[in-house]
């Protein structure tokens, strides 16, 4: 773990989507956080330790979603697949695909394994998957704030994570999509998936990943803005500083009652045609039951124990 001192910064930006806005001044403690998101191989120890099953492997109850197709009531994950031609950019099922049998152990389905991949984040991972493990290995999950303070590695208002130009000197600084998504992938950066957590430059911190590689889960309900007076706000794990449960809910889906957390961080799957939310401000919507491929998380701990 790195120790991340604490301070007052800038948090969110009113210069890309809305749902960043507006800028506001948060204070932060001091914790220790995961240098990398957590792995396939450290999540692996977890699962042996605890015999944990993740919410993909677990078939979901019924009345749980009332009205949905009996042969959809199945385990498994959503997984990206490219499309093969030209797709209209705002309906997401035209590349993402609920996979049955996908989970962390095969993150494409099944046939699939993460041989060779001990050292890549650890995806199709749901909120409580996240929670759990975070709870064995006696940590916490990051709120909101911890994370994207943590994330701008000591470079308040900069764009990105290591300054404001995106590719300095043309060099790759993250794990994320070149072409236009979702058909074509040139692959510039080494990787058309996810990458081993330590294949980019940290950030000021000394923090691999913080973008990029895999969106990464947060403890703060999901709020469609940031509240005008959020700096007021004390940093409390799990405190909804960022919205209550409440109001987490899709509002463009009435009838589906399932809460939704931050994520934050971007992905492998984040391109400048459709995704531009590889910078620290940015910040995504996700149902706590929901998993994918492109979702992972990393854990902190608060306070100055060593470490």
């Known amino acids: 773990m790195i120790w991340v001192a604490g301070g007052t910064f800038r948090m969110g930006s009113d210069r890309h ?39 993909a492997e677990r078939k979901p ?62 995806v199709h991972v749901a909120y409580e998957d996240a929670q759990a493990y975070a709870r064995w290995a006696g940590k916490d999950l990051p709120t909101e704030a911890e994370w994207e303070f943590a994330a ?32 074509q992938n040139l692959a510039s950066d080494g990787y058309e998936r ?30 469609s803005q940031h509240p005008a007076d959020a700096a007021k706000a004390c940093c409390i794990p799990e405190n909804p500083r960022g919205g209550r449960e409440a109001d987490s809910y899709d509002p463009r889906q009435p009838q589906v009652r399932i809460p939704r957390k931050v994520l934050k961080g971007g992905s492998h799957l984040c391109a400048p045609n459709y995704c531009r939310r590889y910078r620290p401000a940015a910040r995504h919507a996700q149902p706590v039951d929901t998993s994918s491929s492109h979702i992972g998380f990393r854990c902190v701990v608060r306070g100055r124990e060593a470490r």
């Open 61 to 122: 109850d019924p009345k749980d979603y009332p009205g949905a197709l009996p042969h959809m009531l199945k385990a498994g994950s959503l997984v990206f697949k490219p499309p093969r031609g030209p797709v209209d950019l705002r309906d997401w099922s035209r590349w993402w695909k609920f996979r049955f049998g996908a989970t962390w152990r095969q993150p494409t389905g099944p046939g699939s394994s993460i041989a060779g991949l001990d050292d890549h984040p650890v």
């Open 17 to 55: 989507y809305p749902e960043e806005a507006p800028v506001h001044r948060v204070t932060v403690d001091g914790l220790w956080m995961d240098r990398t998101p957590v792995t396939n191989r450290q999540f692996r120890e977890f699962v042996r330790a605890t015999g944990h099953v993740t919410m």
């Open 194 to 223: 996810t990458s081993p957590v330590t294949a980019f430059p940290p950030n000021g911190y000394g923090l691999h990943d913080m973008i990029g590689n895999v969106w990464e889960w947060t403890s703060d309900w999901y709020a």
């Open 152 to 183: 701008r590695g000591g470079l308040d208002g900069a764009e990105f994570a290591w300054g404001e130009e995106f590719t300095p000197g043309g060099r790759h600084m993250a794990n994320t999509w070149q072409g236009a998504f979702p058909g």
